[in-house]
């Protein structure tokens, strides 16, 4: 068996696993939740479990990492737009702007010939953050429009909750530039009527699984 298939065939059984983790968090919350218990639901036995996962908090956190990337690819793909995060552990001597924007340069970032994109940066070492916007981002997520999406996500990310973070970021990013493609966008004088909750973010990525 190549290599390829192998690591298919890993990654469909991790992601088999994890949406077992989903289906029993309907029912519990995740805390209440044993290797057995999961096991049990899934009909798997424990030591294919650890083959996989070191223990439930390895599975939860690999679980939400790929909620998050799903959305992101989604909201990408549905308006043919970059809607990147990136996470790393210090800003190597530049800026936190500095790095966002070489990141997204270097790294190939940006649909189009005008390389549309947004991107948000998180240092969790040095507790810093910044977005980096290019092409039609920049008409998008106006300077005060980018102020609101911080008011809104920021708060998770300062409480040590970078999956709530990074979900309210995906879903405001997929709302602003809805509302961009109407030739309005968000900006001092239009925002947003209502905060959006994070909670209808997760009933939805659950629902669709």
């Known amino acids: 068996m190549s290599k390829m298939c192998t690591n298919e065939k890993t990654a469909t059984r991790q992601r088999w696993i994890e949406n077992g983790l989903l289906e029993l968090m309907q029912e519990c919350r995740f805390e209440n939740i044993t290797v057995t218990d999961l096991c049990r639901h899934l009909q798997l036995p424990r030591r294919s479990f650890y083959r996989y996962f070191r223990d439930m908090e390895d599975l939860l956190d690999q679980t939400e990492e790929e909620l998050v990337r799903e959305l992101l690819e989604e ?5 043919d737009f970059d809607v990147v995060i990136v996470t790393t552990a210090n800003f190597g001597g530049k800026t936190s702007t500095e790095y966002a924007d070489d990141f997204f340069d270097y790294q190939g970032y940006g649909r189009g010939s005008n390389f549309d994109g947004i991107l948000l940066l998180v240092s969790e070492g040095q507790r810093e953050w910044a977005i980096s916007t290019s092409g039609y981002g920049i008409y998008a997520f ?14 998770y990310l300062s409480d040590g909750d970078y999956y709530l973070g990074f979900l309210e970021f995906a879903e405001l990013c997929d709302d602003f530039l809805d509302q961009a493609a109407t030739g309005a ?25």
């Open 185 to 209: 966008p968000y900006d001092v004088d239009l925002m947003p009527k209502s905060p959006f909750s994070v909670m209808w973010v997760l009933i939805a990525l659950v629902i669709g699984l």
């Open 142 to 155: 106006t300077d005060a429009g980018q102020s609101y999406m911080t008011d809104n996500f920021l708060f």
């Open 75 to 79: 909201v990408s793909n549905r308006h």
